[in-house]
């Protein structure tokens, strides 16, 4: 599997758009999600917002003061080798300061590279604290413009490409693997009031057969949720006449509504909304989202369903809180064995399995 993730809010909508204060790191109680904050010693604005999205219903906003911390980081399984990432962003005016950016884990992280904005509009390219490229862009405000990312560290590549334009080579610096992905000014890199917007990340390596070079332009739609129940249906709801009303929520209520199983082995399996794009899109892959937490040691088995045929993928772990949702990237069609098509995407059943650690 190439494709190591995407998003853009739509899954859970947390954490909201909102004034917070968090010198450290950290995630927004009771809001799961895989993205932390940060703002410093002062109060600051960001998280997943629905004002103004590039597609679909949401996106990333960061209000950035001058001289402050406003940031938002979150991470897509292993630290890559080799990654190609695409995203797409605007400012409200143009001001100097940082965009976007990977760090390692560390304690104290270390930028890998970072994507700066000037006040011009130019976009400057730095492999770890070394400017390679000043890239005169000609942008103005308010316009949604594609950044895409290569990197790979073990020889010191590093290539971008502005919305369409020739590859800009940044390569030659030694550049620590990355673990975090990064929006917006984790070090107080802005010289006066802007607003930051970001949408449509998608991130890829270089591991499979497919999704495994420059994304194109891709776009992430309204998240499609369940709509009904199937046969199968061995989980309890917590209230209610229907299992599905207990999931299907914009924004995860936790304990209030719920499916639970206490039975190796019960599975529960539901229908979903269509998903209505041109006829000529191309879908590279499905993220199932599972927000869900254990009381005991246990997995959850993703399970897809079609026309009589039940596929059980690999088997995740569970947290003991609801605070990290389970992503389940579901890259190619395990039913018909090849790419997704919108029709058989419509038609197919997904659901949860409980398993044994």
């Keep these: 599997m190439a494709l190591r993730g995407f998003d853009s809010g739509e899954a859970t909508k947390f954490p909201t758009y909102a004034s917070r204060v968090s010198s450290a790191w950290s995630s927004v109680a009771n809001q799961p999600s895989r993205w932390q904050v940060k703002t410093g010693a002062y109060a600051a604005s960001m998280g997943v917002d629905t004002t103004d999205p590039f597609y679909g219903t949401t996106h990333f906003h960061l209000l950035s003061a001058t ?41 104290t992280p270390v930028t890998s590279m970072r994507i700066h904005s000037d006040a011009s509009g130019n976009i400057l390219v730095y492999a770890a604290t070394t ?18 990312i290569h990197q790979k560290t073990s020889d010191n590549t590093l290539e971008v490409i502005l919305d369409n334009g020739a ?30 917007y970001i949408d449509a990340i998608q991130v890829n390596d ?15 739609p309204t998240a499609i949720r369940p709509d009904g129940d199937t046969a199968s249906t061995d989980w309890a709801r917590s ?12 924004q995860p209520d936790l304990d209030t509504t719920y499916v639970s199983s206490s039975n190796i082995g019960d599975a529960s399996r539901y229908t979903f909304g269509n998903l209505a794009e041109p006829s000529n899109a191309v879908i590279i892959g499905v993220c199932l989202t599972i927000v869900a937490k ?15 045929t039940t596929v059980e993928l690999t088997a995740v772990d569970v947290e003991t809180d609801y605070m990290s949702p389970i992503e389940v990237i579901i890259e190619q069609d395990p039913i018909a064995v090849g790419a997704w098509t ?12 409980h398993a044994s650690p």
């Design 167 to 196: 590859i800009e080579d940044c390569s030659g610096t030694a550049m620590l693997p990355w673990y975090f992905l990064v929006l917006g000014n984790p070090n107080n890199n802005t010289t006066a009031t802007s607003h930051l």
């Design 67 to 107: 001289d402050r911390t406003v940031a938002m980081r979150r991470h897509f399984a292993a630290t890559p080798a080799e990654s190609y990432i695409s995203f797409v962003f605007k400012l409200d005016a143009l001001v100097a300061r940082d965009v976007f950016q990977l760090t390692t884990a560390a304690a």
């Design 206 to 220: 270089t591991t499979g057969s497919v999704n495994n070079s420059w994304p194109d332009s891709p776009r992430i």
């Design 239 to 250: 209230s209610g006449s229907n299992d599905s009303d207990m999931i299907k929520e914009e």
């Design 294 to 308: 254990r009381a005991d040691a246990a997995k959850i088995i993703p399970v897809v369903s079609r026309g009589g």
């Design 131 to 148: 400017l390679k490229k000043t890239i005169v862009t000609g942008w103005g405000a308010n316009t949604w413009h594609q950044i895409r």
């Design 342 to 353: 919108q029709t058989n995407l419509n038609a197919t059943e997904f659901g949860i399995k």
